[in-house]
């Protein structure tokens, strides 16, 4: 396994390194860089399926010792995200064979592929990492490749927006990089199980230093995962990027954050500490609030591209409210619904990506209609859109439906009622969407028989189907991910 491993994270990077050197076949590279991330997909699934049947390994780097060196553990969990990450990475991809020449001038195409596969090869490392200073390097490096996906298209907008995300991202390492130097004064180690035995005896005699450490990592977090109000610099990048970058920042960035989060609360500190310390409470508080305003926020935006940024906020608010809970079913449902979202967010970002470039279609008073000029990526959208709402049959219902058992299970049934509420919040700016799509202006009604999939290349119609019918058939028959997911929750409860 040792051997697939290293071939799953070096085949990006050797890729990105050699693509400037065939810069001048901008299609090659944008064909060679679906391919290649399409193959790292098929050996992440090999390590999930290995680890699934065998149990975990790791190897440690530069030292002998997990103390000194570096360490990578491929678990359940781990893997899992791999996964998620590499084959919704390279759906975008594929869509932006296409897509991406509307956006970017021809001669830094090449330059954008390099930069997502960099990309790629950072967010794998931080799936496996049981370092938290090599976390904070790798989130470097998520973050500087994160902006130059944004600020490919070169306008002012997007340069703006690429500013601002890349400061308040560096703000957001240099916090938890505080936080991390303060761990390391009171245990001397960096690597995260080691850390956590070394912090279980210091719980009493040192609660503020490491009530301290914890705020800083957990406030270094949420600025970079977007946790309200820590969020300000999600909406411009969102909006301004080329489509497939709004899709892998909201859909597969984040969640690279979210899940160093997750290894922080269950690993490094484990749940009788983050009790101790009421974490779980701050957290329960943060992730309504965010759920209720980010729905808020989203109901005055005109521009779709913008309502989906604030509904991002909103998503990252039910998944901080499942890892709040700190029990085994808030983390099963906050795991599920990260990739949920994930698979619903890139299949809105992309079909609109559809009406934004062949229909010249992103504000809401554009939609009338669209339901029968773009049938099939409306038709996605519109499952995407039920699927965030929470609609029966969709996997954004099951993963509301999971969160809902963990809070009552945890006591918590008062977060019910809210759940409620942001979906009542979700529906009010996903369905005038829908309805102003089918009920367009009559002309489009008198030719509702001669109806006839759009005419954009088929590289962008299939991964859109695809995620589209990924939502339903989650919604519907989610027994075998939830397999999957009771395995990575095992992981996490008894340590990675």
Do not use: C
Request: proline share 3%; aromatic share 10%.
């Amino acid at each position: 396994m040792t051997n697939i491993l290293l071939s799953h994270l070096l085949l990006p990077l050797i890729s990105a390194a050699i693509f400037p050197l065939i810069h001048e076949r901008p299609r090659l590279v944008a064909w060679l860089a679906t391919l290649i991330t399409s193959a790292t997909a098929v050996l992440a699934v090999i390590l999930l399926v290995h680890v699934s049947a065998n149990g975990s390994f790791s190897i440690v780097f530069s030292s002998t010792t997990a103390a000194i060196g570096i360490e990578l553990v491929i678990s359940s969990f781990s893997a899992l995200f791999a996964v998620l990450i590499t084959v919704i990475t390279s759906l975008i991809l594929l869509f932006s064979i296409e897509n991406i020449q509307r956006d970017v001038e021809e001669d830094r195409i090449a330059r954008y592929y390099t930069i997502a596969l960099v990309l790629v090869f950072a967010m794998l490392v931080l799936m496996y990492t049981n370092d938290l200073f090599n976390a904070y390097v790798f989130m470097a490096i998520v973050a500087i490749t994160a902006t130059a996906l944004v600020s490919i298209k070169q306008k002012k907008e997007n340069f703006m927006a690429g500013f601002r995300y890349l400061i308040l991202s560096e703000i957001g390492s240099l916090v938890y990089l505080l936080g991390v130097a303060i761990l390391y004064l009171l245990t001397g180690s960096l690597n995260m199980e080691l850390v956590h035995e070394l912090l279980q005896p210091l719980a009493q005699s040192q609660e503020i230093a490491i009530y301290a450490a914890t705020a800083f990592i957990m406030i270094g977090l949420s600025i970079k995962a977007a946790v309200f109000p820590l969020h300000i610099w999600l909406p411009d990048a969102h909006a301004s990027a080329p489509s497939s970058s709004s899709a892998l920042l909201s859909a597969i960035v984040i969640k690279a954050y979210l899940v160093i989060m997750i290894k922080f609360l269950y690993v490094v500190l484990g749940p009788e500490l983050v009790t101790q310390l009421s974490l779980g409470r701050y957290l329960l508080f943060i992730g309504v609030v965010a759920m209720i305003m980010g729905s808020f926020f989203a109901l005055g935006q005109r521009d779709v591209k913008r309502i989906l940024a604030y509904s991002t906020v909103a998503q990252v608010g039910y998944i901080i409210i499942g890892l709040g809970l700190m029990n085994p079913l808030g983390l099963f449902a906050a795991m599920f619904h990260m990739t949920s979202h994930a698979i619903m967010k890139s299949a809105l970002f992309l079909s609109s990506g559809v009406f934004i470039h062949y229909k010249k279609r992103r504000r809401v008073h554009q939609f009338q209609g669209l339901g029968y000029l773009a049938p099939l990526s409306m038709v996605v959208f519109g499952i995407a859109s039920l699927g965030m709402i929470g609609i029966p049959l969709t996997s954004g219902f099951v993963g509301k439906f999971q969160l809902s058992l963990g809070s009552v299970a945890a006591g918590e049934s008062w977060i019910v009622v809210f759940i409620l509420i942001s979906s009542f919040l979700n529906a009010m700016y996903f369905l005038p969407l829908l309805l102003r799509a089918y009920i367009g202006e009559s002309s489009h009604h008198e030719h509702l028989k001669s109806i006839k999939i759009e005419a954009v290349p088929k590289t962008m119609l299939v991964p859109v189907s695809i995620l589209g019918l990924s939502v339903v058939v989650l919604g519907v028959f989610p027994t075998p991910f939830f397999d999957l997911l009771d395995l990575a929750v095992a992981v996490l409860i008894g340590g990675v």
